[in-house]
């Protein structure tokens, strides 16, 4: 069984919308590390939604379950961006 094909259909999602919302934090644009923690606390918000295709997922959502999936994506991230830069600032001051 070839199983290379099954991803999240989130993880791409949060990746890109991990980069655009980071244009506004230009300190954060070279910080691989902190990024990643990023996404991981945005994925950890979001439930999985496995597939091999994209295209899997676009023929069986309908436009407002696409819609809802759009928005939680950006509103994880938001979250995760928050999170993330709060608790390394906590950190800096320990």
């Known amino acids: 069984?070839?199983?290379?094909?099954?991803?999240?259909w989130y993880e791409r999602a949060v990746f890109n919308e991990v980069m655009a919302q980071a244009q506004a934090?230009?300190?954060?644009?070279g910080n691989d590390d902190v990024?990643?923690?990023v996404a991981c606390v945005a994925l950890n918000r979001l439930p999985p939604r496995y597939i091999r295709h994209d295209v899997d997922l676009a023929f069986f959502q309908t436009e407002r379950e696409r819609s809802d999936s759009e928005r939680a994506v950006v509103e994880s991230v938001e979250f995760a961006?928050?999170?993330v830069q709060a608790r390394n600032a906590m950190?800096?001051?320990s």
């Open 81 to 83: 961006l928050g999170f």
């Open 25 to 29: 934090f230009p300190h954060l644009l």
């Open 35 to 37: 990024l990643a923690d």
């Open 1 to 8: 069984m070839d199983i290379t094909s099954i991803h999240n």
């Open 91 to 93: 950190r800096a001051r």
